[in-house]
């Protein structure tokens, strides 16, 4: 039997349950999921179904993320509801691509995980599945593994494994919506050039569930909790002197009350310059590199390859005393004299975020 897997928060509990009901049967994981929006996101998905699936002794194959193709397909639904049309069309292309690589690999049956999942239409699932059922002469297993407390079994066992329980459906039509209605930021989407490693990242995520994987083979006792914290991201900013732009770093935690600012600076002590508005820190890179042992040649070097978050809140702290300091803190190549003009938009919000102990 070849099982359609959407994520390990609905696989792993409905694999169980396949295998007591079917304890003769070959069962083959299969992850087809074009619809998993960002990569980073698809493969965090993909890294934590493997651990399911290696817990559970079924073998895993990986189908193609043929994402481009999956979008073509949904077009102009991009704005219908979850449950919606855009649904219908997905799960059709999800289904019928895990039946037709069933028929390759010679299985007889197959079935998919997304009939456990709470934000997914039974109905809809079971009549795809009938359809294609008759149109290839492969039998669907349609499997009720909700009803009576299954929601809430499988909800403890999600826990109890450390699985991944992901916070929005998967697509990027879905996700657009559901963090309007909550008011939350759509951290998901930033991406800095930089690619430092942001809090509450997807790549955060991702290397912690791969240090629970390194855990769990190496019988190290770990516990995942969660924790809240006051979260930053860095939408744009830039630095004018004397109406020349000139190469910047912004420190992470750098905020204004106002998205612009205007001023000079008044006061200079320990080679850290203070503009008279707004709180605005202006310090050169050969302080920055001293401070945080570095060796940057220049500012551009600085801004595509960063030090760690962790690490510009240690010289945050070192600099004011004040590890979570929202003051704007700038570097330059050389602070010089002149009329400033700092442009800074930037997002302080409370999160809460998974930590391995």
């Not at 019928?96 to 709470?118: G, M, Q, R, W, Y």
């Not at 450390?162 to 209605?181: A, D, M, W």
């Amino acid at each position: 039997m070849l099982i359609h897997i959407c994520c390990s928060v609905d696989s792993h509990y409905f694999l169980q349950r396949i295998q007591e009901d079917y304890p003769d049967e070959k069962l083959l994981g299969y992850f087809y999921d074009p619809n998993i929006h960002p990569y980073e996101e698809y493969r965090l998905r993909y890294l934590d179904v493997e651990y399911s699936c290696k817990k559970l002794g079924i073998e895993l194959l990986e189908g193609a993320y043929n994402l481009e193709a999956w979008l073509k397909k949904v077009k102009g639904l991009e704005n219908e509801p979850e449950k919606g049309d855009r649904c219908t069309v997905c799960f059709d292309d999800r289904l019928e691509n895990s039946v037709l690589k069933a028929i390759e690999l010679n299985h007889d049956k197959f079935t998919t995980s997304l009939l456990i999942s709470p934000k997914k239409s039974q109905e809809k699932l079971q009549k795809i599945g009938n359809d294609l059922e008759k149109k290839y002469n492969i039998q669907f297993i349609f499997k009720d593994y909700k009803a009576g407390n299954g929601s809430q079994i499988q909800g403890e066992v999600v826990k109890a494994n450390s699985l991944y329980r992901q916070n929005y459906c998967g697509c990027l039509f879905g996700l657009l919506p559901q963090r309007k209605t909550q008011d939350k930021v759509m951290s998901e989407m930033f991406s800095p050039m930089s690619k430092q490693i942001l809090p509450q990242s997807i790549q955060s995520k991702l290397l912690l569930y791969q240090k629970r994987d390194e855990y769990e083979n190496k019988n190290i006792p770990y516990k995942i909790i969660k924790q809240r914290f006051l979260n930053y991201r860095l939408v744009s900013a830039k630095t004018i002197i004397d109406k020349q732009i000139v190469s910047s770093y912004f420190l992470s935690y750098s905020t204004l009350s106002r998205k612009t600012t205007k001023g000079k600076i008044e006061y200079e002590k320990d080679e850290i310059s203070y503009l008279n508005k707004d709180e605005v820190k202006v310090l050169d890179l050969k302080i920055f590199n001293e401070i945080g042992n570095s060796t940057y040649e220049n500012v551009q070097e600085l801004m595509f390859n960063p030090p760690t978050f962790e690490s510009e809140l240690n010289i945050r702290n070192k600099l004011t005393n004040n590890v979570y300091g929202l003051s704007a803190i700038i570097v330059l190549d050389k602070v010089i004299d002149g009329k400033y003009e700092i442009h800074l938009d930037s997002l302080t919000y409370e999160d809460v975020k998974e930590v391995l102990i």
